[in-house]
């Protein structure tokens, strides 16, 4: 079964205990169950190249995005979303928040206002995150990730570093994704399309080299290449 698929069935399977199980009283309940069904399935979660301790509470964003976007039920799992994944909601709405911004000074007054603090580099990821993952499991067909970054450095220049780490990722995704797709097939397509998506992010630095690609394409498509 191709990864994304066996991960997706593993977070509708998850959905349909939480649904079923009146005794969830914590994140760390539902985080548990995530784990179990991820070792019991023989994969993990999403992931780059690190393997984070805090892997599978990073997960809750992608049911969070399965149960709204791909299940659909926002409504019938609202009980669930407002107590237990009330976060998720505030990363999705402060990724729409960079996507559609024209003012990176109201952005960054926006969004620091929306996490009682000026982000730091782990609630930035987890923004990003949220885009990645939509567009992994087609839940958007449009990339919007290029302009999410271009805003984020913009709002908060202090993260630059933080911002080239996920456009190394971002690149990385995007040529693994085109590999997977046999839009690439030789060495100097590969780095004519790594060049233009940096041309896109408008000098943000952070271009992937041949090994840190290799990896994502195992992490996120299971392709060992």
Known sequence: ??????????????????????????????????????????????????????????????????????????????????????????????????????????????????????PDSSILSKIFRVEILKHYFGFVTEDRMSRLLINMLKAFPEEEATVRRLSKFYIAYKVGLAILNNEIRDWTTKEIYKQAIAVELKGIKGIPDDDYIAKILSSIFGVKK
């Open 1 to 118: 079964m191709d990864i994304r698929r066996k991960r997706l069935k593993i977070l509708v399977d998850v959905w349909g205990q939480l649904l079923d199980n009146k005794k969830i009283s914590s994140r760390e309940d539902i985080i548990s169950i995530l784990k179990r069904e991820y070792e019991k399935n023989g994969t993990e979660p999403f992931r780059g190249v690190a393997k984070p301790q805090d892997l599978y509470e990073k997960d809750l964003i992608t049911l969070y995005l399965v149960g709204v976007y791909g299940l659909g039920i926002a409504d019938e799992a609202r009980d669930i979303i407002d107590k237990f994944l009330e976060p998720e909601k505030l990363y999705e709405k402060a990724s729409e928040i960079l996507i559609n911004t024209n003012d990176p000074e109201a952005t960054r007054k926006e969004i620091i206002s929306l996490f009682n603090r000026t």
